[in-house]
């Protein structure tokens, strides 16, 4: 049999799904843990998980009643196979990301000129397409198709893409399982409520016994040191914190002496502590150190990289010991201002000029002690 891949996407059981931040969290966080076994896939940690999501049946059914076709109507799937419209919306195609190639010949039936004239700019397409989905352009009197058919309309669309996560498991810690931590996404765009497909499959509809496509993404360039005995500094907030619950996992089933030490954050102590019980005994036992930056708690923002200025000697003297450093979660602004802070600190404490710090994170980028995993 052909082994599982992107190409070939296993099966899996969910086991488990549940909250890991507190109702009325402004960065609701959930966990899922999926059943590996019998997939013959195996992970290392600092891997990432690939997930095939289905999209939200209301928005399909929207969809459907917008463009007036019949849900019941029958198309070919790309495997040859056949399934309802609705089904194959479901499952199947990509009706949320507006590509180009999908706006073009979706206007080949509507033969909108306004829509003719965003494809033909590229910064007015760009602007289009953010938050905006197939509905809004159903919807829209100016933009809207007639399709043929069912299978006419299909033919229009891509493929449903897989979502990557960082997996916050270690296989050594519970074997033949994989973990994920998933903040949902959802936001309103032009005056309707949205949400990220696979973060909302996974956080609002998935439950235990469930099936759900997925595969293993190698990451090599996220992994522990090889000696157990070197430090680690870990910076993770929001879901960034994923893939350093599989290294701390890792680290305990190893028996490893190396120190840890974790920079988290999130808007609030009250809802938005992640995986505290499994935490909090890494640090009464002495095997992690904990710096949270809640930012929301007080009048002004407190950042992770606030924490790391503020602790920068002690950086500068785990980074002299040899410790390895890595940052994960939002790659637009946390990464930038996180590196920032780190060059800082190598600069201050390290008597170095600019050029100098730079040059010193580039030997511990080289030396794979230096690592992001950034998205
Ligand atoms: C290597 C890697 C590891 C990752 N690890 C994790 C992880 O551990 N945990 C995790 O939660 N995520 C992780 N992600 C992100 C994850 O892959 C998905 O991108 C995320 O869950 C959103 O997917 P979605 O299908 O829910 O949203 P989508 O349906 O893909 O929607 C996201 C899109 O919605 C639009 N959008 C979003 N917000 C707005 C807004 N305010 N206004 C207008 N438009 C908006 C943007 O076009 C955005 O690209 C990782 C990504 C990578 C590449
Ligand atoms: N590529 C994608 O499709 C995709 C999808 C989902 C998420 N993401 C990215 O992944 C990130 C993680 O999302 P998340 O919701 O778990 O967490 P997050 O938005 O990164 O928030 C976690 C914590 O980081 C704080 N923060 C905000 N700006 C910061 C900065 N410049 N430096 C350091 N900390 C900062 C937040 O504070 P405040 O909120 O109080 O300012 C919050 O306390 C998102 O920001 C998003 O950019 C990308």
Redesign the pocket.
């Known amino acids: 049999m052909e082994p599982y891949s992107i190409k070939n996407p296993f099966p899996s059981t969910v086991v488990d799904v549940r909250p890991v931040t507190k109702p009325g969290s402004?960065?609701e966080?959930i966990h899922v843990d999926y059943c590996l076994e019998g997939s013959g896939l195996s992970y290392v940690t600092g891997d990432a998980l690939g997930v095939i999501p289905n999209n939200d049946p209301e928005l399909v059914d929207a969809l459907i009643a917008a463009l007036g076709l019949s849900a019941a109507d029958e198309v070919t799937l790309p495997d040859g196979s056949t399934a309802t419209l609705r089904d194959a919306l479901i499952t199947t195609y990509d009706i949320t990301n507006l590509k180009k190639g999908t706006l073009t010949k979706w206007n080949a039936v509507a033969n909108s000129e306004k829509l003719a004239a965003i494809l033909a700019d590229k910064d007015a397409l760009k602007d289009f397409i953010w938050g905006r989905d197939l509905l809004d352009l159903a919807t829209d009197e100016e933009m809207k198709a007639d399709f043929t058919d069912a299978a006419a309309f299909v033919g229009i669309l891509g493929k449903m893409n897989a979502r990557l996560y960082s997996i916050a498991s270690s296989p050594d810690a519970v074997p033949g399982q994989v973990s994920l931590c998933v903040?949902a996404?959802r936001y309103t765009s032009n005056g309707r409520d949205r949400k990220?497909v696979c973060?909302t499959f996974m956080a609002d509809r998935l439950k235990a016994g469930d099936k759900v496509k997925v595969f293993v993404h190698s990451n090599k360039n996220f992994r522990l040191p090889e000696d157990g005995a070197t430090p680690i500094i870990m910076v993770g907030?929001?879901?960034?914190i994923a893939p350093f619950r599989a290294f701390w996992q890792q680290r305990v089933a190893d028996n490893a002496t190396g120190p840890m030490w974790l920079f988290f954050?999130?808007?609030y102590k009250a809802t938005d502590g992640c995986y505290e019980e499994e935490i909090s005994p890494l640090v009464e036992s002495g095997k992690l150190k904990l710096s949270v930056?809640w930012?929301?708690d007080q009048a002004y923002?407190i950042?992770?990289?606030n924490l790391m200025e503020e602790a920068g000697e002690e950086i500068w003297q785990w980074l002299e010991q040899g410790a390895a450093f890595y940052m994960c979660?939002?790659?637009?602004?946390?990464a930038k201002?996180?590196e920032k802070a780190l060059l800082a600190i190598i600069s201050k404490y390290g008597n170095r000029s600019e050029e100098e710090a730079a040059a010193y994170l580039a030997d511990m980028k080289a030396a794979k002690r230096y690592q992001k995993d950034v998205?």
């Open positions: 402004a960065k966080t903040g996404v990220g973060s907030p929001g879901t960034g954050g999130n808007p930056a930012s929301r923002k950042y992770v990289q979660g939002d790659a637009n602004r946390m201002d996180v998205y």
